[in-house]
């Protein structure tokens, strides 16, 4: 029993080992390789940051970090390994004299960083006590150093670097094929495609964009649609995807035209897979711009049904209006043959022999009409 106790304790420090080594070659690479085994220190990975803590995981960092390392005073980089995120710095401070920070595995240099100044890496510069060197990492990778002078004693270390956005979080696409404003963007589930409606090219008169461009998300490419869109108050519209049996497409609700003064109540669906678009019936026009001249102002997409927060009515005031625009939305009691339609909403009329289903809450219900 004992003897098969000491046993289990021998396998398991064994096998503690064989997976410290071997994460460590992972982690290492070609480094391992490197005629460098002659590290006084315990051969497990010891990745901390300037505070003591564990080093950062594979997340971008919130705000860039600088990770400390010590060259010196032995032959050795402290620590000798160090995980950083994409956009971070490592700062080396000399504790020893004669030493370099050089890029490159097998104690060659490869030029992609070194002290003093990343520049002139080979034959290189060797720095004193108390000199600082510091680098930016740009991209994701492990990036084997080496001291110039003591690399063959051993002197290596390496950064990991993950994750790859850019530290703020904002990066760039391909730009647009048209300069193009008050154009509304909508993201087409189901083609995991981007659309951009309408809109206008300029601030002058006649520079409506009566068209829809098409950002393929796939190539990374726009593309402009052949159809035209039915009228040119492209401006300041408010877009949604909306299913109606089970196809989805993109509405637009209201708009105006540069330069001009009044609003339009319209509207229209356009279907980027048919590329077509088609004006619904003025009984589903945006009562919100029962003047005329009323911008829908925020909008947004919810439970298959398109919102409109808010408005501009043009040259006056903001508005504080919120309108529910359902197109499913059907009147509770068909009674025909009284044509008859619901407060907002899609009309029931001219669906003869439409059974019912998908009921909402009606605002009101106006038989006559
Ligand atoms: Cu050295």
Redesign the pocket.
């Known amino acids: 029993m004992k003897r098969s106790n000491a046993l289990r304790a021998i396998f398991w420090l064994a096998t503690m080992f064989a997976i410290a080594f071997f994460v460590r070659a992972e982690s290492g690479g070609r480094q391992t390789s490197a005629p460098s085994h002659v590290h006084a220190r315990a051969p497990g990975i010891s990745i901390v940051d300037q505070n003591g803590q564990p080093a950062v995981s594979g997340a971008p960092s919130a705000t860039s970090t600088t990770v400390d390392v010590t ?2 005073p032995d ?1 050795a980089f402290h620590p000798f390994s160090v995980n950083i995120s994409v956009g971070d710095t490592v700062r080396w401070t000399w504790a ?1 004299n ?3 920070v050089t890029s490159g595995p097998l104690c060659m240099a490869d030029s992609q960083y070194c002290s003093p100044n990343d520049m002139s890496c080979f034959p290189g510069t ?1 720095n004193n006590t108390g000199f600082v060197y510091q680098h930016t990492f740009a991209a994701a990778g492990t990036y084997l150093y080496h ?5 063959v ?1 051993g ?1 290596t270390g390496f950064v990991n670097v993950t994750g790859g956005c850019a530290p703020t979080g904002w990066s760039a696409g391909p730009a647009l094929p048209t300069p193009l404003v008050r154009a509304v963007g909508v993201y087409f589930q189901a083609d995991g495609n981007f659309y951009t409606v309408g809109g206008r090219t300029s601030d002058l008169v006649g520079s409506d964009f009566q068209h829809v461009l098409k950002f393929n998300t796939t190539s990374n490419t726009w593309t402009q649609m052949p159809s035209t869109l039915p009228d040119n108050f492209m401006n300041n519209m408010a877009c949604g995807v909306l299913a109606v049996s089970g196809t989805p497409s993109i509405y637009c609700v209201g708009g105006s035209f540069a330069t001009g003064t009044t609003a339009t109540a319209r509207v229209f669906s356009y279907n980027p897979v048919t590329d077509t678009s088609t004006v619904l019936t003025s009984a589903d026009n945006w009562p919100g711009d029962a003047a005329g001249t009323i911008l829908p102002g925020g909008f947004a997409v919810a439970n298959n049904k398109l919102y409109i927060l808010g408005g501009f009515n043009i040259n006056v005031a903001a508005t504080n209006q919120i309108w529910e625009f359902d197109r499913n939305h059907v009147c509770a009691h068909m009674l025909p043959p009284f044509p008859h339609r619901c407060h907002r909403g899609r009309r029931s009329v001219g669906l003869p022999g439409w059974i019912g289903g998908g009921h909402h809450q009606l605002v009101s219900v106006r038989p006559g009409e």
């Open positions: 060259v010196g032959f020893g004669g030493h370099s060797l001291c110039l002078a003591h690399c004693l002197m």
